[in-house]
């Protein structure tokens, strides 16, 4: 059973820090990874795909790693800002594109 | 392109009741799923529907149900709702092929059970 932990739950930073989300699973045996943001009461906005064979994604200021070895994903989010403020989730598919096993998320706040 | 839309957003319900929620899928994309999201946790896997035929279940009793419809878009049915059963019920769409396409959510539909 695919089991995903975050860590840590809740974090705050100053405005233009660069942080790391931390994401890991027990599993190996994935399709993708996938990280989403999602505002208070809001649905999940996919931030980066990155499918079982790659290592990394970036788009903009961020950029996703994957190590399956490791069982570890990483989130990192360059020169933060005050809109970044989220909750961020990882969630990793099962191996037959299945269902995925969601993390419970960090919390990020930004602080002007 | 469309994206998932869900109906309604916000529904009150009284515990023993039976809800209907709605989800359209975004366009081109031939799998939906289900997810249930209580207040501070990650959301839990209910099932998924693929060509209109139910292809993968979580640890959900069976008085959680849904249909898919020929468009692709789905229904997720909750029989004898209980106080638990609160908690943001989101849907999610994506293609079933091996080029690995990612979930898209919908904004998801707020249930609240008194």
């Known amino acids: 059973k695919q089991e995903v932990t975050q860590i840590p739950a809740a974090l705050s930073v100053p405005e233009g820090e660069n942080l790391v989300l931390n994401c890991s699973f027990t599993d190996s045996a994935i399709y993708n990874l996938q990280w989403f943001r999602q505002d208070p009461g809001k649905g999940l906005t996919s931030l980066l795909l990155?499918?079982?064979?790659?290592r990394e994604q970036t788009s903009g200021r961020l950029n996703a790693s994957l190590d399956k070895s490791s069982g570890r994903s990483t989130l990192y989010i360059a020169a933060s800002q005050p809109g970044d403020s989220a909750t961020y989730l990882c969630a990793m598919r099962d191996a037959n594109a299945g269902k995925s096993t969601f993390g419970d998320g960090t919390t990020l706040t930004v602080k002007p | 392109e469309t994206g998932v839309t869900q109906s309604p957003t916000h529904l009150i319900k009284t515990r023993g009741q039976q809800v209907t929620l709605r989800c359209s899928s975004q366009s081109g994309h031939n799998t939906v799923s289900w997810y249930q999201q209580a207040l501070g946790q990650g959301p839990q896997f209910i099932f998924q529907y693929y060509r209109e035929e139910e292809n993968g279940r979580g640890n959900f009793p069976p008085r959680f149900s849904g249909l898919q419809f020929p468009n692709y878009s789905s229904e997720l049915n909750v029989n004898a709702l209980e106080l638990d059963d609160s908690a943001l019920y989101l849907c999610a769409s994506s293609l079933y092929t091996g080029s690995g396409y990612g979930y898209t959510f919908g904004s998801g539909t707020r249930l609240t059970v008194v």
């Open positions: 990155i499918q079982s064979s790659q």
